[in-house]
DNA sequence: ATTAGCACTTAAAGGTAATAGGTGCTAAAG
DNA sequence: CTTTAGCACCTATTACCTTTAAGTGCTAAT
């Protein structure tokens, strides 16, 4: 491809993110200071090279798939916020009193906002967390609380009812045992070590242990249990995308996106870069392009990922998700 | 209106519903063994009684709302939930070890699931929680947890930085007295005994009182600030209705569905029977039916409500919320 | 290598007519 | 007094046709 078929190909993708219609080769001349007969022999070789297709033959060019990844990869031109978009930013990362998963929340809808098209984030319990304590609070004589905290401050309560057979200060005693046993343990180890190191010891000094036993697992549940916390924000921005104009179009769309079995598709990144997935490299829908970075928060680690039509402003995304990636770094792990 | 007039009305209606155009005259003739002249003529009185109306001077019948409301309060007969439904349900209701708002967020999508309507939760603490007892767990030397309980058993638990220049001990102080004044208070009570009972007599003992005090307040934040727990489940179901095959009206729809501050206005019942909101009376969207009725579980109480089209089958949705009805008062309050 | 010119293609827009499904009203029948 | 047949009339929907706008590919000349 030489230089004047890359600035041909950045310029269609460029203007058909603006305009949304197919382009002709009239639109370029004045650009490219040729005649249109010029324009089009230099589209037929980018459509010939894959760049590029036509809905019917004679209507204008769009980007395929391969057009708008050589465009990311390498022609896009990295883009400044306005000063507006970056004002809703900075007052969020202002903000220092949300707890983890109310800030990804807020940032989603920020970048919903500001983006128009929808936000996803994909977090769970980060691998680094590991078993600080667990506690046992008597409520009355058949209810207690177990408190289970993790080293990157994730704190759980869970209540239960214990059989009144059951001494309390069993049950105390042996969250002294894990106590003992399990502290400085990875929260995504704990359920095994439970299993095999712990429960052969209670056994032993603890008369009705499978009961007590219980009650420890389910206090842990909450980590043990993949705890996938999936937000879905802005699925209705989507439908201001000229693309969605058609009922059928529209319903498939949101379904997907309320449907979590199809949202958890979009996998998590394995690195904190800015990924594009553009159509069916997305995994998700062959109409939209997501674009992804890793995040890790508090003891939550996970994906934010940003839906929107593959016609999406490449350059606007990718600076939202630079400027919040530099800011998640800063307030660090 | 005589008797005929009522059940052409019903007719209609019911007709309406499943067929979801307007009903002409010749439909009917069978049914009431005369001709469309007649019918014609009782459609003509009913739509001046205001059941009635017509798109166009040609086309036939749909119920106003009027229609509708005379409709539910006065024609409409009980439905049996058939045997799928009805296994479904039971399905959910055989689950025990669900907590509260992962048994009402089930419920919800049960009911969405088979009405194909839109189903919406609007829970809150309820005002009979009061305050059990709140302890301090130290973490370590700078951080602690506050946890919360109240006597209908909802725990919650706050994770706080302490400046280093106060003595944990003081805060442990601190939670003693308020163990001792206000347990028993209303947990809508609370953030006012707080300030104005509370706070005079730490002032006197703690130096630092104002921080110490703001631990407590923050540690009672999720009850004192209006928790509202908004839960909206099958957005997309709405979209199988065939009143939307507009994009313009679909994302009328979607968008109000989104927006919280739209949803809370379909407000919370004021008692447990059930009600039904018809188009401009659901407070919500002109085109849109609301049924709702209340619910109290485990501490939390509030409302189901199911929004579908006007024309919604309301025989199928008040079986469904009959059953459901019994079922949460039977698991009690 | 570029360009003017031309035949050709298609989607979208506009116009017209036909059709289907309905009404209201009048006058006759029951 | 109620019911009904009959008819003129209304409107949305559909189908069909034509025109227009936008654009292409190809050829031959520059």
Same mark, same amino acid.
């Given at each position: 491809?030489? @230089? ?16 949304? +219609?197919? !382009?002709?080769? +009239? ?9 249109? *007969?010029? !324009?089009?022999? #230099?589209? *037929?070789?980018?459509? +010939? ?10 209507? %204008? ?6 057009? /708008? ?12 916020? =306005? ?19 109310? &800030? ?8 919903? @906002?500001?983006?128009?098209?929808? $936000? ?25 609380? *177990? ?27 042996? $969250? ?34 499978? &009961?007590?036993? %219980?009650?420890?697992?389910? &206090? ?6 993949? =705890? ?25 769309? !949101?379904?997907?996106?309320? @449907?979590?079995?199809?949202?958890? +598709?979009?996998?998590? =990144? ?9 159509? $069916? #490299? ?24 940003? !839906? %929107?039509?593959?016609?999406?402003? /490449?350059?606007?995304?990718? *600076? ?14």
């Amino acid at each position: 491809m030489d @230089d004047r078929q890359k600035s041909l190909l950045k310029e269609i993708v460029e203007c058909y993110i603006k305009e949304v +219609k197919p !382009i002709g080769s +009239k639109h370029l001349c004045d650009k490219f200071h040729c005649s249109s *007969a010029t !324009i089009r022999n #230099e589209m *037929a070789a980018l459509e +010939k090279m894959g760049y590029l297709e036509k809905n019917h033959i004679s209507s %204008g060019r769009i980007p395929s798939e391969a057009g /708008y990844r050589y465009y990311v990869e390498h022609l896009m031109e990295p883009k400044e916020l =306005n000063g507006e978009d970056m004002l809703k930013l900075q007052t969020l990362f202002s903000n220092k009193n949300l707890t983890v998963s109310d &800030a990804i929340e807020k940032c989603l809808e920020i970048i919903s @906002d500001i983006t128009n098209y929808t $936000s996803i984030s994909l977090g769970e319990y980060s691998d680094e967390n590991v078993l600080r304590q667990i506690n046992i609070i008597p409520l009355d004589e058949e209810k207690l609380v *177990a408190l289970v905290c993790t080293d990157k401050g994730i704190v759980k309560n869970k209540q239960f009812s214990i059989p009144t057979d059951i001494n309390m200060m069993e049950v105390v005693k042996i $969250s002294e045992i894990i106590n003992k046993m399990l502290v400085g343990t990875p929260i995504s180890m704990v359920a095994e070590r439970l299993e095999y190191d712990v429960k052969p010891i209670i056994s032993k000094q603890v008369e009705q242990y499978e &009961a007590v036993y %219980g009650i420890f697992y389910d &206090a842990f549940h909450d980590f043990i249990s993949n =705890n996938e916390n999936i937000h879905v924000v802005g699925k209705s921005k989507m439908l201001n995308q000229p693309e969605y104009s058609e009922p059928a179009e529209i319903k498939r769309l !949101i379904s997907k996106l309320e @449907d979590e079995e199809q949202v958890r +598709k979009i996998e998590k =990144n394995d690195n904190r870069d800015i990924s594009i997935y553009i159509g $069916s #490299e997305s995994n998700f829908d062959d109409n939209v392009t997501v674009v992804k970075t890793n995040y890790s928060l508090g003891g939550e680690e996970g994906t934010i990922a940003i !839906i %929107g039509p593959k016609r999406m402003e /490449y350059g606007r995304v990718v *600076a939202v998700l630079n400027i919040l990636n530099k800011w998640l770094e800063e307030k660090g792990d």
